[in-house]
């Protein structure tokens, strides 16, 4: 169903928001989207169904972060365990630690720094969920 390709996007930059729901929009994909880890986390708890996360790292939440999201999902392996998780922080440290976290807990994950995606847009068919893993974990 339609609920297959939701995406939960966890973003406080609106330039940055803006930019997922075109790209978005134009693939047809809905979306949910909160610059609050709790929020997400709180989402995700509830059931909503989703196949792809974006999250960014430094939301202003401070101490709470994008980390906090994806330490909640190692913790809770049975919810959405097909999901793809990007890490599009540009933050060096986090970025890498993030993706190594999610992947040591057997979770699909990758760190995409947002610069990265943006000059990958023509190439956005890889956010349709396994295809485009396949090839970049492959």
Known sequence: GPMMTHVLLVEDSLDRVQWFATALDRLGRTYDVTHDPDTAIRWLAEGRVYADLYLDHDLGHEPRTGRDVA???????????????????????????????????????????????????????????????VMLHG
Do not use: C
């Not at 049975?78 to 057997?106: C, F």
């Open 71 to 133: 330490t909640w999902l190692i913790a809770h392996p049975d919810v959405l365990p097909m999901l793809m998780i990007t890490t599009h922080t540009v933050n060096t440290v986090s970025g890498p630690k993030i993706e190594q976290e999610l992947l040591a807990a057997g979770r699909f994950a990758r760190w995409l720094p947002f610069t990265q995606l943006v000059a990958e847009r023509p190439g956005w068919s890889r956010m349709g969920g396994i295809n485009g893993w």
